[in-house]
């Protein structure tokens, strides 16, 4: 009798909430690794705590409102609104103490070896507080503005994420309509506007007071008549994601712009506070924010904001305090050209971000924005940097009388106002812009150009896996595939088309495109290897991305992996696939690379030998890009380029027993052992790519790696002992 379960049991998923919070847990043991240069391990810290705020600004104040509405969401793994919210309070509490304990006990005590130190104002000497004074009364209390609460001032609306100082007051004297000794509160606000850290005078180190500090030990400066019992650092995380019906918005972007202002007064859902605050204070603020439970509280002993902390970093340039510097490298092919274009035009062309440079995308784009001989461009903008390049060219090209067509993602959660200050300017300079599908966000990263040479039309493409941004291109892992092939060019043509007029999205030829045939396409793939292994030939199934939860395509791997398919997945984020039940996963690993650079990547393998099919995508496996964004995966054709990919993309993820970690069966993250418990050397992949890149570079052959063909792709070892 066939005991497995059933593939909808509850138990064979992971919470996406908690797995999302493993994840932050793994960014966190990074920051612990005293092996790391100690600027490094300050910036990890200020990484979890940046990763924290959108955490609670999204995906817990989405739970609130559900417990709140009544809404009962039963997602795959079975859990409520209310089970997750008690979940992620223990979880979030016990990695917040971890995360100021290694900020207290590791990080302070190296950078005060470093003579970088944060004294309380109180150990200050004489000399050191006369400075700080004038300093405050100079630069700093002109843009402070008291708030008083009471009955005829009601408790400030303050902004998200904002740092503030509560402060418990009583009049010196008796007054009218104030009884001596009362108490009452008022709030400061810290300008964002000036600088975190005020240095301190010192002779022998590089000393730095907070500016909440400062304040804070001069408030009552501000309430003349009054005495200061009392003040406390806080920070307020609201509500932040946007409410929109797409149907019923006559002018979207209008409708975008007043949700942005609607947003900074969202719902408080957790209120940092400094630890040695009162009861009393901590009372009498949860019930001003209207926070629903003392769960929302956090008490932080250390400075709020560790992010902003990273401009220590500014004030020591000694080598050995970061990662050494990495500087992409410009393939050959790049390099020597004249032309960006007609190297496309010649065969397809693969980079590898950051440790190949960007620079040749922003070419793509600028060289296409000055030839004579295009005639149009059209590309997809989701996120982009400040003072972009991308937005220079398109605009310049249109300046040029070339037809431009650009699809600005106005929706690309916390990039919203750039993306409409961006679409205006490029309006302006008359570029056609385009917010895409209705109830769709253009999540996909395509560029096309069309050019005229000679007699004929030709055009080149580009295709990503991360977005057209300069600055997150030397941070993030991605790639870049140029091409030239008539059926990519033919499928993005219409993919335009689609996006900016009334067209039924076409029979694709090469693209696969969500939310039309991805999902579809990733099942298709999926089952044709689990019929392989049925027929008794070797399977394969090996696929790197961000996030995976889509209920469909892990009950599609369980399958696979019950017929006897070899599945790798390398997830860097959430994963609610439960890998290593007995009849059920145990074909299954999951790995985790967290290093220096994000992980952003999307590839994703099927089959084996000749039969191999490499994609890449700009989609995760999660249920919103499947059905909620429009998304594109492109196979790559040229034989070279796979053999790479599957080589240094996937295998060397696979390799990785220094920064991976292995996903087990009750969802922690464990280090990896070698196979059989033999001693294997360490392997790290970001770093092996970094040279790998850098040795490529210096060869002066015409392609971007040399012609021998690569290692293969390591096969699974068994799960038995896989986990040190």
Not at 394 to 406: H, P
Not at 544 to 556: C, E, G, V, W, Y
Not at 620 to 638: G, K, L
Request: proline residues 7%.
């Amino acid at each position: 009798m066939d005991e497995r379960p059933e593939l909808a049991d509850p138990k064979l998923f992971i919470n996406r909430e908690l797995s999302w919070l493993t994840f932050n847990q793994r960014v966190l043991t990074e920051a612990a690794d005293p092996a790391l240069p100690i600027f490094e391990r300050l910036r990890f810290l200020g990484i979890v705590s940046t990763n924290l705020d959108e955490f609670f600004m999204v995906r817990v104040a989405g739970l609130k409102q559900q417990l709140s509405g009544g809404v009962v969401e039963t997602r795959a793994d079975g859990m409520l609104a209310g089970e997750q919210l008690a979940a992620i309070s223990e979880r979030c509490h016990a990695m917040v103490d971890e995360q100021y304990r290694i900020w207290r006990e590791e990080v302070v005590p190296q950078l005060d070896r470093r003579g970088i130190i944060l004294p309380p104002i109180d150990k200050l000497s004489a000399a050191q507080k006369s400075s700080v004074r004038a300093y405050f009364s100079r630069a700093v209390s002109p843009a402070l503005t008291p708030l008083a609460v009471d009955p005829g001032h009601p408790f400030p609306h303050l902004k998200n994420k904002s740092l503030n100082l509560a402060v418990f007051l009583r009049r010196s004297r008796a007054g009218r309509a104030r009884r001596r000794g009362e108490k009452l509160l008022a709030v400061v606000q810290v300008p964002a506007v000036l600088p975190r850290l005020v240095p301190v005078p010192s002779p022998s180190s590089r000393a730095f007071v907070l500016l909440e500090s400062l304040i804070s030990a001069h408030v009552g400066d501000l309430f003349p008549g009054y005495e200061v019992m009392q003040t406390a650092a806080f920070r307020v995380t609201r509500n932040w994601d946007l409410e929109l019906d797409d149907e019923d918005s006559e002018d979207l972007l209008s409708t975008v712009q007043e949700e942005l202002r609607r947003r900074d007064r969202g719902a408080a859902v957790r209120l940092q506070i400094e630890a040695s605050a009162s009861a009393d204070m901590e009372k009498t603020l949860v019930t001003a924010l209207k926070l629903s439970s003392a769960a929302d509280v956090y008490r932080i002993d250390g400075p709020l904001q560790l992010s902003d902390l990273n401009a220590l970093i500014d004030y020591d340039s000694t080598p050995e305090l970061r990662f050494d510097p990495h500087t992409p490298v410009v393939p050959t092919a790049f390099r020597d050209a004249e032309s960006v274009i007609r190297e496309i035009g010649k065969r397809d062309l693969l980079l590898h971000h950051p440790y190949e440079s960007f620079d040749p995308v922003v070419r793509f784009l600028s060289e296409a924005a000055d030839d004579p001989n295009v005639l149009a461009i059209k590309q997809t903008l989701y996120r982009t940097s400040g003072d972009s390049p991308f937005v220079r060219a398109l605009a310049r090209a249109a300046e040029n009388g070339k037809q431009v067509t650009v699809l600005v993602e106005i929706k690309a959660r916390f990039d919203e106002a750039n993306n409409i200050a961006w679409a205006r300017r490029l309006e302006e300079s008359g570029v056609h812009v385009v917010y895409g599908l209705i109830g769709l966000k253009t999540h996909a990263k395509v560029a096309l150009v069309v050019r005229r040479e000679g007699d004929v039309i030709r055009r080149y493409v580009h295709l990503g896996t991360g977005n057209y941004n300069s600055s997150t291109a030397r941070l993030y892992t991605d790639l870049s595939l140029f091409t030239a092939r008539e059926e990519i060019a033919d499928d993005a043509s219409a993919l335009f088309n689609m996006l900016t007029g009334f067209a039924d999205p076409p029979r694709w030829q090469r693209l696969v495109v969500a939310p039309f045939s991805l999902l579809e396409g990733i099942l298709e793939r999926i089952e044709r290897e689990g019929e392989a292994a049925r027929q008794g030939q070797p399977a394969r199934i090996i696929a790197k991305m961000n996030s995976l939860s889509d209920p469909a395509i892990i009950r599609a791997l369980y399958t696979a992996s019950q017929a006897g398919v070899e599945i790798d997945l390398i997830v860097r984020g959430i994963c609610c696939l439960r890998p290593g039940i007995p009849g059920v996963s145990d074909k299954i690993r999951v790995t985790s690379v967290v290093d220096r650079f994000l992980e952003h990547s999307r590839v994703f393998a099927f089959g084996l030998g000749e039969r191999v099919e490499v994609l890449l995508s700009s989609a995760d496996w999660m249920t919103r890009n499947f059905q909620r964004r429009i998304e594109v995966a492109v196979p790559i054709d040229d034989p070279a380029l796979r053999a790479r990919v599957l080589d240094e993309v996937l295998g060397f993820a696979l390799k990785d027993n220094t920064k991976g970690r292995l996903l087990m069966t009750d969802g922690t993250l464990a280090p990896i052992a070698a196979p059989n418990g033999e001693p294997a050397p360490p392997f790290q992949s970001q770093a092996q790519l970094c040279e790998t890149a850098r040795r490529a570079a210096e060869q002066r052959a015409p392609d971007l790696r040399p012609a021998a063909p690569p290692e293969p792709v390591p096969t699974l070892e068994p799960r038995t002992g896989s986990a040190a």
